[in-house]
C-alpha cells in the first residue's frame, strides 16, 4: 500500500555567513532541526518562494477574444 509522501523543509537565512552555517551543521543534531512540513500551493509551488500578484491583475485577452482574431 503506498502512502503519499511527506516533504518536510528547512533552510538558514541568507544573511548567514557561510562559515556559521557549516558551524551550524556540524553542531546541530539531525533530530534537533525544526522542520516545517510543506505542502504544494494550488499552482504546484512547493515553497513560498514566487511572490507575484498574477492572480490579481486584469486579463488583456482570454480564448473568446483570442478565437475572433483568428477568424
Known sequence: MNKPAKIYYFTLTDE???EDKLDWFVNTK???IP???IEPDKN???LNI???DF???LSLANKETK???LC
Do not use: G, K, V
Request: charged share 45%.
Open 16 to 18: 548567514m555567513p557561510r
Open 30 to 32: 539531525f533530530e534537533d
Open 35 to 37: 522542520f516545517d512540513r
Open 44 to 46: 504546484h509551488n512547493w
Open 50 to 52: 514566487p511572490d507575484n
Open 55 to 57: 492572480d490579481d491583475l
Open 67 to 69: 478565437l475572433s482574431r
